[in-house]
């Protein structure tokens, strides 16, 4: 009888368990559906979003192992299962959001360091705070990673719009006269300063935002770029506007040529575009560069972060994972299930670190604010990381990337990966960044892909027009034609998209680049018809 009874309790506990979760999951959609923020609860999210991927599977008529398999592992702790040691997949970056103020500069208060035998105290500036309150977070969450193998590439930060800071006083919202001397002496100054802060508190990467002035675009956007290999900038350029495309142009063949002025590697041959892009119709709290931005300071509506806040978002390289699940798929058809369970399964994970330090973390009077991953698909430079290799392995897309079913194929990965159960952040898309991607450069250099092609996929996913080498006397009208096209489709669609280009002083149409980075890899010239 006592058996009997517990039966029917379990499966009364057990009903009613279902039908919370299924209202969860209806309310969830709704708001979703209608851009609303969904309401945080004290139930878990976990459940929550393991019932989302239950009934997704159920509407594709999935084998129901699946579900239990996925039920069962998420009772346990996420660390059980992040600690296999074959991730096919790495961090490509912690990436910390602060918003900094033009009086962070010259405000200081007193930090009271640890009790010792005598207690001290040392007067700093905000802007020290600050960022040693991010390289706090991002450090504590790198080890939570590592201690569960996960491999960490870079820590990074990034700010709100550069104007806000570097070129306002403390008591003025107004933008200061860029070509005056005493203003660059100004801005010179305070880049010198922020770089120091930066690298003693080991962050290699830094981007500061964008500008929203053509004078900025073309005045400071340089000398941010010049002043560190830590730096890097964007400037936006809305649909249609000829002002900030012409000025994005210009730009770029000007830090194209910076190293015919200085001695500093990270400018020369070209590469000081890697640090600096067009943006359009772009987010705030996209992990990564040169595009990654805070959120303005001037905004008044929804502000995800106040000044005690630090937000913290993740970018992925993943080139290697996709290759695997997409081998697995072998159709489009299967994107939706097959692919979209296992980056569910490897990304969870990562969801439920983030959350669980964000509810324990805070530094001085900082505390952390998990922001989301941004899932797209990034390559890695070996070539079992390519992701337009890992797309040739669907039997759709023939006879090779970007050629027939490419357009399908990346319609449906982005579909997916924006679909995810998970907090996002970013393009969530796919990258095709040409000088990062083996397969992409060698289509390059084969003459089996244009900057047409690219442009006409990343209607369908993200980012862009990415790392595509130019020749040294490509001229501005050119750039000019085609920062505005991918603004065109940015604004027409309402998506983030950029146009990262890189003008090489001495080459010409069908020569082979030579750069010199880790961070890249080479290709041959390409045409800009």
Known sequence: MNKMNNIVYFQSKTNIQTKLYLFLFILSSFYRSEGLTIPKTNLSARYARTLANSLHNLQHKKNPAFTKRTEMSSSTDSSSAAKSSDHKFKIRTITAFVKIHPSDFTTTFKHVGEKNQNETSIRKDVIDMKIEACQHLVQNLQKKFEERNYEVQTVRLATNPFAEYLLTTENSTDTLQCQDESVLSKVKTRLSRLDSILAANNFQFCSLGPSFHIDHTQHICPLIVKASPRFSCSANVASGDIDAATAASTCILEISKLGNECSESHVQGGLGNFRFCSVSS??????????????????????????????????????????????????????????????????????????????????????????????????????????????????????????????????????????????????????????????????????????????????????????????????????????????ALAGRWNKSLSCRVFPVPGLKLGEETSFDSPHLCNSQVFDMQ
């Open 282 to 487: 772009s987010r705030d709290f996209i992990p990564f560069f040169p595009g990654a931005r805070c959120e303005s300071l001037l905004r008044n509506d929804d502000n995800l972060l106040d000044n005690d806040n630090i937000g913290i978002a993740l970018g992925l390289e993943n080139g290697e994972l996709a290759g695997d699940l997409l081998s697995k798929c072998n159709s489009i058809a299967n994107i939706e299930t097959t692919f979209r369970e296992g980056m569910i399964h490897n990304l969870e994970p990562l969801q439920d670190i983030c959350e669980s330090l964000e509810q324990n973390t805070s530094v001085s009077h900082f505390s952390m604010k998990y922001l989301g991953i941004d899932n797209s698909l990034n390559p890695s430079l070996s070539r079992t990381g390519s992701v337009a290799k890992a797309i040739e392995s669907l039997k759709e897309v023939q006879p090779n990337f970007g050629k027939q079913g490419t357009l399908a194929a990346a319609a449906a990965i982005t579909t997916t990966l924006q679909s995810l159960p998970l907090k996002l952040t970013g393009y969530c898309g796919l990258m095709l960044p040409v000088c990062e991607d083996q397969r992409l450069a060698e289509l390059g250099s084969q003459n089996e892909l244009k900057i047409s092609q690219l442009l006409c996929i990343s209607s369908v996913c993200g980012v862009g027009v990415d790392t595509v080498p130019l020749s040294g006397d490509v001229a501005r009208e050119e750039l000019l034609s085609l920062i505005l096209d991918v603004a």
